[in-house]
């Protein structure tokens, strides 16, 4: 099957500080990844979409400023919280297209800022 | 906003089958019906989809109403490591998915 994994799996970070987590596709190269948020008992909501080679588009609401996304390789997109406050607490999901039909999401990063 | 209609919750006995419904009345020709899971604390993991032919894997079958407007997800014999939240999603494919609230599934010992 299609594996898609996420690094760090968990991060706790002050707030202020920039936080880095990396989406890879391990069995497929993926020319568009997608990155959601999911905040506790809540679905999740997409955050951006990630084009290698192009710049990524950000959702209403979703600064891009903030949340730097990088998709330098049909492999990897990173995706950047800069100057991480307590409010952007929250489960990352990353998901990665492989054929145009069907999507495979990374096991997710928690990420806490203190 | 999810294009799609589920039961918040259903339970189910080990062992037995999970039938889980999902109604989507306003899908479009090119779009398809996807399954996905989100055990607690994990990625939502891929189940199954089809446009139009119901369809089977190792993990479960995808039963799709004629007309299209509604579809079921079986798992044929339910193990308590199925208990998660269940999303139907229509998508033409190579777009941002959409998640409702889903289905929590349950299943008892």
């Known amino acids: 099957g299609a594996v898609v994994s996420q690094h760090p799996s968990w991060v706790i970070c002050k707030s202020g500080t920039s936080v880095k987590i990396e989406c890879r596709s391990l069995?497929?190269?993926?020319?568009?990844m997608f990155w959601y948020r999911q905040f506790p008992k809540q679905s999740l909501m997409l955050m951006a979409t990630s084009n290698e080679g192009s710049k990524a588009t950000h959702e209403q609401g979703v600064e891009k400023d903030k949340f730097l996304i990088n998709h330098a390789s049909l492999t990897l997109s990173t995706l950047t919280v800069t100057s991480a406050h307590p409010e952007d607490s929250s489960f990352y999901i990353c998901?990665?297209?492989?054929?145009?039909?069907?999507?495979?999401f990374g096991p997710g990063t928690r990420l806490l800022v203190l | 906003d999810a294009k799609t209609t589920q039961p918040p919750s259903m339970d189910c006995a080990e062992g037995r089958a999970a039938n889980l419904p999902c109604n989507h009345s306003?899908?479009?020709?090119?779009?398809?019906v996807y399954w996905y899971r989100q055990i607690h604390s994990q990625g939502p993991q891929y189940i199954i989809h089809?446009?139009?032919n119901n369809e089977t894997n190792e993990m479960a079958s995808l039963i799709i109403t004629e007309d299209r407007k509604s579809s079921t997800l079986i798992l044929p014999h339910a193990t308590l490591r199925d208990t998660a939240v269940y999303y139907c999603?229509?998508?033409?494919?190579?777009?941002?998915?959409?998640f409702g609230k889903g289905t929590r599934l349950s299943v008892i010992a």
């Open positions: 998901s990665a297209d492989r054929d145009g039909e069907t999507q495979y």
């Open positions: 089809g446009l139009k």
């Open positions: 306003t899908i479009s020709g090119n779009e398809y």
């Open positions: 999603i229509v998508d033409s494919g190579n777009t941002p998915l959409v």
């Open positions: 069995d497929f190269q993926a020319t568009t």
